[in-house]
């Protein structure tokens, strides 16, 4: 660091960057002219993070989130007061929910009407002020702040990171009044490189609540786990574990990759049809790991929940069973129980030799039944398991897919612990788009697959999602799956009125996407490529032209007309 901050807006800047924000994602508005006169004089040694001009709010907060996901450093993401925050909301709704910290920044309007640096000098500024901005996001995030004094500038980015970071993680929200930013720091201001709060250690189990857990699943006959969260720390060590055990592994709303798809003990992305032998249930940091009603369970079974928050604390109802509630990182209790089992020689055990036998014969059959049923297209249209398994062949296995309502991941090869990431349970659609970004900018050198229905790419808001691969010069692969309705409301509506009369007609109201737009033009609006295709016979094609393009530098997209799944 070769000269210290002398501003508000300086040191909040340096002090993002040494600790570990490499890209501020921003949406301007009037209230950051300080940080632009900031990075304005930056270039003399002062160092700040790269700042990125994203023309919406939701893709900027998306992209913090999917560069969080491959590289476990929170980014952040800074709007324009009120009304920034109010769209970029959405956004930190779906990282809440998948617990990814990610500083969401907002200026807030100047608070003096005159004579200060950054007083009030447009009529926006009495309009966009509120009582509590911080308050109409509250509720989905760890903490909230408004920065008011320069001196403490510093203190409070560093709390603002280190409460993100702790277990169970989540995003944070800090304001930033303009005549703060503005301020000159105190003479007697001495900035720190490194922080001066450190991020809390992971959670670790509680040794009698391990060997509780190993008593169950000693005990168990027909255990089972379901997973919705991975990554690649847990991926490293839960294949191992539930191959010793002979646990099958149901990955229900897959969010990210806990096993491979091609391991012994996968068994799809539906526990419903194990559950109802099952004695034990191991609920491994899922929301929701079977859907009360619609998947029938053993009445004698027992649940073990395991997590960071294992009730999911932030949500006013949720009544699943648990006669056993761990807390603890889930890889560090894998880890734990792995160990504990072993000492107890459950891996040779009789039962659990036979077990794994009769499921490593089982669960790999029922996989290939799986991929069946996307090796040949069934009508006119191509059907969205075709698509999915012609995408997974074309990319390899090397990829990474970011899935929005785009493709069944069923039909994917998922052999590694970044191979994909799909939207949390709060399901704000837009999300896919930014995350792919992000998650592209972090490894660019990575295959990233995009992969979107047409509502949801819509939502993304296409032209700032392609604006931003041209501007970091991103080559994304985006694949648009053109099905020409709101699939989600339809089939609700089939589930909730089955002999409905809305079930009879061709056309629900409320549902219909048409008049479809060409997608292609938005990507071939910022110098991409483009293609659609409708004919089976040529999508394989299609998408092999789209990779060659991506592989020589340049964005593409395949839009696909597809059909409609009933479920």
């Known amino acids: ?52 001009e994203i023309l919406h ?24 007061v009120n009304v920034g925050t109010a769209n970029g909301l959405m956004g930190i709704m779906n990282a809440s929910r998948s617990q990814a910290p990610v500083l969401f920044a907002a200026g807030r309007t100047p608070i003096t009407e005159q004579g200060r640096v950054g007083s009030r000098n447009a009529p926006i500024h009495w309009g966009q002020e509120m009582f509590d901005q911080g308050g109409m996001l509250r509720e989905f995030v760890k903490w909230d702040n408004e920065l008011r004094a320069p001196e403490q500038v510093v203190d409070c980015v560093d ?26 720091l105190p003479p007697d201001f001495a900035f720190t490189q490194s922080t001066s709060q450190a991020v809390p250690s992971v959670p670790y189990p509680d040794p009698a609540a391990i060997t509780a ?48 798809t091609d391991h012994p003990m996968f068994a799809g992305d539906l526990p419903g049809p194990l559950l109802a032998d099952a004695d034990l249930v191991i609920v491994l940091d899922t929301m929701v790991p079977w859907l009360p009603g619609q998947m029938p369970m053993n009445p004698d079974c027992k649940i073990l ?19 056993l509630s761990v807390t603890s990182s889930p890889t560090v209790a894998v880890k734990a129980l792995h160990t504990e089992l072993r000492a107890r020689g ?11 036998g009769q499921l490593s014969a089982a669960l790999p059959a029922q996989r290939q039944r799986v991929l069946q049923m996307g090796a040949h297209n069934s009508g006119d249209l191509i059907s969205p398991p075709f698509l999915s398994r012609t995408l ?15 493709v069944p991941p069923m039909q994917l090869d998922l052999t590694h612990g970044k191979s994909f990431y799909g939207t949390s349970n709060s399901a704000g659609l837009g999300w896919g788009g930014g995350a792919a970004l992000g998650i592209k900018l972090a490894e660019p050198e990575r295959l990233v697959v995009w992969t979107t229905g047409d509502g949801s790419y819509v939502f993304s808001n296409p032209a700032a999602c392609h604006h931003a691969a041209a501007s970091l010069n991103l080559n994304l692969l ?3 799956t053109d099905n020409r309705v709101w699939n989600a409301v339809r089939r609700a509506t089939i589930a909730v009125y089955p002999q409905g009369t809305a079930a009879r007609e061709p056309k629900m109201a409320l549902t219909s996407l048409e008049p479809a737009p060409d997608y292609t033009k938005f990507v071939e609006a910022y110098g991409g490529w483009g293609a659609a295709v409708s004919d089976p016979n040529e999508l394989k094609s299609t998408l092999e032209a789209a990779l060659e393009q991506v592989r020589d530098g340049r964005q593409a997209l395949v839009a696909v007309h597809c059909s409609y799944p009933d479920q």
């Open 213 to 260: 857990a190993a008593e169950l699943i000693s005990n168990a006959k027909s255990p089972v786990l379901v997973a919705s969260n991975g990554g690649a720390e847990l991926f490293e060590v839960l294949g191992d574990f539930v191959l010793d055990a002979a646990i099958p592994v149901a990955q229900f709303w897959r969010i990210s990759t806990a096993i491979s």
């Open 159 to 184: 709390r603002a990171l280190a409460v993100a970071q702790a277990e169970p993680k989540g995003p944070v929200y800090l304001s930033l009044p303009r005549e703060v930013l503005a301020e000159r």
């Open 392 to 406: 997974s062949e074309v990319v390899g296995t090397d990829a990474t897919f970011v899935n929005e309502l785009g």
């Open 305 to 323: 929940h395991i997590g960071a928050d294992p009730l999911f604390s932030a949500l006013p109802t949720r009544s699943f069973k648990a006669d």
């Open 57 to 80: 709010e939701t893709v900027a907060v998306a992209m913090a989130h999917g560069y969080y996901l491959m590289t476990g450093k929170p980014q952040c993401a800074m709007v324009h």
């Open 1 to 52: 660091m070769k000269r210290a901050p002398t501003s508000v807006a300086e040191a909040y800047l340096a002090t993002l960057k040494t600790r570990g924000v490499d890209w501020i994602f921003g949406n301007a508005g009037t209230d950051f002219a300080p940080l632009v006169e900031a990075y304005a004089n930056a270039d003399d040694g002062l160092p700040v993070p790269h700042p990125v």
């Open 478 to 480: 985006t694949i648009v």
């Open 346 to 356: 459950h891996d040779t055990a009789a039962t659990t030799v036979d077990r794994r």
